[in-house]
């Protein structure tokens, strides 16, 4: 029945008030006597290290200050391993001619960062800007992020778009043409109207002069 | 260019991106320029339209006097 032992110890655990005392703490007098001075404690001592190499090398460290000497490497390319792909991202890197027709999840991030700056700094506005905005249609104020190195796509619906409004403003150039030349003729019809203009404005002038001196001529 | 196939997005590579970015800035600071000019513009012609109205009344005030002038010049024993 020897085996039965440890379940009555735990039983005693259990116990709380059965537990022995702990010991008395100690008494602040003992605290005082072995308490250090202000003074160590201010400047507490360093400790002593005797490492008698290393200590030797670091005094000569400091009084010369050149650099050791390090053993020179030799730098062998052909030692280095040229690191290469897998087999399978190599034979899943899409050609030039056939990045439409992928079916590309992964490459959705570069649009989505794009967009969601956008859209964050439409939700930045102040309240202010949507007042200006109606002063000038156009407003040219855009941060974007640019992303580096990396490889861009456009969402197809987003090219067509772009190329409908490149149509569009090619249209409007087209037209801001025919309208400046019309401008331009105006204007050198004006200009011609104008120094008609100008030289009646002169016979007029003539005339009253010479009406003047005859009806004045004082005789 | 490529439609879309089972709902998945597809995209067109953009191999000068940066580049066409900076155009992009060109065009928009050309933009800002031709509406300064249309508003410079837009301020001489309001004076060409002011002064030609100016110009408009002192015709009519040299037609009036010139009328008058004839008028006297035509019945003296009124006039003189």
Redesign the interface.
Known sequence: MGFLKFLKREKKKEDLYELDLPPEPPMLSDFEKNAPSSGVLDNPPEPDFNFSEAGEKSTNQEESTEFPAFPEIEEDPLSIPTISAPAEIQNNVPD?HE???L???E??EP?KELEEHEESEEEHKPEDSHLQAEEKP?K?QMQ?K?PIGK??????DE??MMAASINAIRNDLKISEEDLAKLESDKHAKDKSFDK?KSCLDD?QKKLIF?DKTLFKGE | MNEPKNGAPVFVKVADYKEILDVLEMIKSKVEEIRATLGTINTLQNEENAEVERWNNTISDIEKKIVEIDTMMFEPEHGW
Do not use: S
Request: glycine fraction near 4%; charged fraction near 25%; aromatic fraction near 16%.
């Open positions: 030039e990045f439409g027709q079916n590309i999840a490459e959705e649009p156009v040219f974007r640019v490889i861009i796509y456009i969402r197809v090219f067509k203009v007029l009406i």
